[in-house]
């Protein structure tokens, strides 16, 4: 069998830990991986002077398909976000979030059977970074809808409901006060739906979504949103099974794709082995599934589920005493 190309970006702070651990488990699963190692992020930037240097590009461009630990951006420095770089530059115009309960983990919402999916556009929205200060004191940022980008993910939302028999989908929008640019956004949902008879599809205003979310979050299955608020209700999705160190994620576009944990650097811990490296762990599940390795990677997720199961090797952010290797050992013996 030959071996998968991918690219591994470590990352900053306990980029490198998380990273480390979850190539070990993607070998362990005996998947064959040559990874291509480069750096982004601060340390990058201080040994190349570039936050995301040549290589990463020249990188993803042979291989297509890279796994990302949480990477740094210098605060009001005039640099690009990693993430918002990489997305506009390979056209990653999928987030994808599958967003489900461990078990074993002490949350408010530990017995309700929460299982969501999470499409957020990825590319245009508020996120273009178009503003400009009309005169001093007023400030105008230009929301940006299109008809092409809100088509294709609400296509790669129900393409996935389709394939993987998900029963409905759910569109968020504001378009009640944002008529023009959400109206667009909900038209083209509305278009994709009368092509998928099957799926069952349903409109939410964002405030009602977000309030619809705490309380029932049980009643959701799949979920399509413009970047603004599939940015926000990600996170606040993810809180309700334990925070964005259990979450992954994926950055999906139509040549490559990017796996990664959504969580940040976490410097104060970086380098003491307490990292809990399960969202990105829960990443190589989805590339794994990604590179047509499907068996691989639902023996990976059984093999994370039944450590939390068991939870006696679980790390301290969820109320363990493990540390990442130790986790990480765990998982492997359960694999």
């Not at 969501?116 to 009309?134: A, C, K």
């Not at 606040?236 to 999906?252: C, E, Q, S, W």
């Not at 190589?284 to 068991?310: D, F, P, S, T």
Request: negative net charge.
């Amino acid at each position: 069998m030959m071996a998968h190309q991918a690219t591994l970006i470590p990352g900053d702070g306990i980029g490198p830990e998380v990273a480390e651990a979850t190539v070990r488990v993607m070998e362990a699963v005996g998947v064959e991986i040559e990874w291509e190692r480069v750096q982004a992020g601060i340390h990058a930037l201080a040994e190349q002077g570039q936050l995301i240097p040549d290589d990463v590009f020249a990188s993803l461009a042979a291989t297509h398909v890279g796994l990302k630990g949480p990477t740094a951006t210098p605060i009001a420095g005039g640099h690009q976000s990693i993430n918002v770089a990489l997305r506009k530059k390979l056209g990653l115009y999928v987030n994808f979030r599958p967003v489900r309960m461990l078990p074993g983990l002490k949350t408010r919402f530990h017995d309700v059977p929460i299982n969501l999916l999470i499409f957020r556009e990825n590319t245009e929205d508020l996120y273009s970074g178009l503003e400009h200060e009309v005169v001093p004191g007023v400030v105008e940022s230009l929301k940006i809808i299109t008809r092409n980008a809100s088509t294709r993910i609400a296509r790669a939302a129900f393409e996935y409901a389709r394939r993987e028999g998900r029963a409905k989908v759910t569109a968020i929008h504001k378009a009640n006060i944002m008529k023009l640019s959400d109206g667009l956004f909900l038209k083209c949902c509305r278009e994709m739906a009368a092509q998928y008879a099957e799926i069952q599809y349903t409109e939410l205003i964002v405030d009602n979504a977000c309030m619809q979310l705490v309380m029932r979050p049980e009643t959701f299955d799949v979920l399509v949103l413009p970047n603004l608020y599939g940015d926000i209700i990600s996170d606040l999705a993810a809180g309700l099974v334990g925070g964005l160190g259990i979450v992954p994620g994926a950055n999906l576009g139509d040549e490559t794709a990017i796996f990664e944990a959504v969580h940040g650097t976490a410097p104060d811990i970086a380098g003491k082995g307490l990292a809990n490296p399960t969202a990105l762990m829960q990443s190589g599940v989805l590339m794994l599934a990604h590179l047509g390795e499907r068996e691989a990677a639902a023996r990976l997720q059984k093999a994370i589920i039944q450590v939390y199961m068991e939870a006696r090797h679980l790390t301290g952010d969820v109320g363990g005493k493990s540390s990442t290797a130790e986790f990480t050992d765990a998982v492997i013996r359960a694999l």
